[in-house]
């Protein structure tokens, strides 16, 4: 390992000579009944029970996941954006660099540079992009983000100094969140807004048939089921076109998902879901080394539709829940409006009364 970090044997201390160290992955799968269906805490054969499960205990950086969860869905609650609201890709503001002291431009964009031009949401959303995702998440209030998501997702390891653009938008908190808790957070878009206690029992009874305990289980209309129905064909976006993970759907299944990508390519996620199940899947390294990014797969979204495939073989095919108050427009690609004449247009889905009502003036 040339990466300057030290390598640790089992027992915390250093290893010296030649070390081989081999990345990691784990996996969950809920329903949106909020029952943990299945876990893989590591990769390879389990040796020891009781181990330490990277699925439900690791807390790790989520970069790119946290924008859903917080930002989009949030300012689209807030009626603070639509599907096609533009807005400019460029800086937001100049930092100081710890490292050289220098002022840079943040946030920084994964292919390292600026359009300069205005994207629209769902464009945005489906590339992520990082300017658009701070200038919506300013939108829908960082603080909102903090309370929204300790309070009514279930992720219990953000903290307080995490009440900032970094960590609530971009998703560079202070320790990071498990896989269980960010497949559990995501279940809002495949349940039409409802968040369900994460629980992996239903009972505890004596032989005599007399129960023990039960888990305590609580499902609570989180968002609107309108927010989550527009989130839900949003993130649908992430599967098709130019988004970040086109071409990996589940074959005869609607699939929707989100890649995750931390600024230092320690984390790799993919959050997935079809109309059965929420997937978290994460792949790194356990001592945070850099993660190779040249691979001509994508590993946790790979993994997720390999999963999926096995795991739904036989399930009748199922649709995501629908909210019929949401309208279906036609608007300009290019600015979000109305089209006008010779605009290239697509469909964006809207809350009722939120769709773009002034016409593109076709002059792009």
Request: charged letters at 20%.
């Amino acid at each position: 390992d040339d990466s300057g970090n030290p390598i640790l044997d089992e027992t915390g201390a250093q290893k010296t000579g030649t070390v081989t160290v081999t990345p990691e992955a784990a996996m969950v799968s809920l329903n949106y009944q909020g029952e943990l269906c299945a876990v893989v805490g590591g990769l390879g054969e389990k040796t020891v029970s009781r181990g330490f499960n990277r699925a439900t205990q690791a807390t790790r950086q989520v970069g790119s996941t946290m924008k859903p969860i917080g930002a989009y869905v949030l300012a689209l609650e807030k009626n603070k954006i639509n599907w096609s609201t533009a807005f400019e890709d460029g800086p937001v503001k100049k930092v100081k660099d710890d490292a050289t002291g220098e002022m840079k431009d943040w946030p920084r964009n994964f292919s390292g540079t600026y359009s300069d031009k205005k994207i629209l949401v769902a464009d945005a959303l489906a590339r992520s992009i990082n300017t658009i995702a701070v200038r919506v998440g300013l939108k829908a209030g960082v603080s909102s983000i903090y309370r929204f998501t300790t309070q009514e997702l279930g992720i219990t390891s953000f903290v307080s100094k995490d009440k900032d653009a970094g960590p609530m938008i971009l998703g560079s908190s202070t320790t990071g969140v498990t896989p269980e808790q960010m497949a559990g957070a995501y279940s809002i878009f495949g349940s039409g807004g409802s968040f369900t206690t994460i629980h992996s029992y239903t009972d505890v009874a004596f032989g005599s048939g007399r129960e023990l305990m039960q888990p305590r289980v609580t499902t609570k209309q989180v968002i609107s089921p309108d927010t989550a129905y527009v989130m839900n064909r949003l993130l649908s976006g992430v599967m098709q076109g130019h988004g970040t993970a086109a071409g990996y759907s589940v074959g005869g299944m609607d699939s929707v998902g989100k890649t995750g990508t931390t600024s230092d390519n320690r984390d790799h996620w993919f959050i997935g879901l079809t109309p059965y199940y929420v997937t978290a899947s994460w792949y790194g390294y356990d001592d945070n080394l850099p993660l190779e990014v040249n691979y001509s797969a994508h590993p946790p979204t790979l993994g997720w539709r390999n999963t999926m495939r096995l795991g739904q073989k036989g399930l009748a095919k199922k649709d995501f829940p629908v909210d019929a108050t949401v309208q279906q427009v036609d608007y300009c690609t290019v600015t979000g409006l109305l089209p006008g004449k010779n605009c290239p247009t697509a469909t964006g889905y809207y809350r009722a009364g939120e769709a773009p009502t002034a016409t593109c003036s076709g002059q792009h």
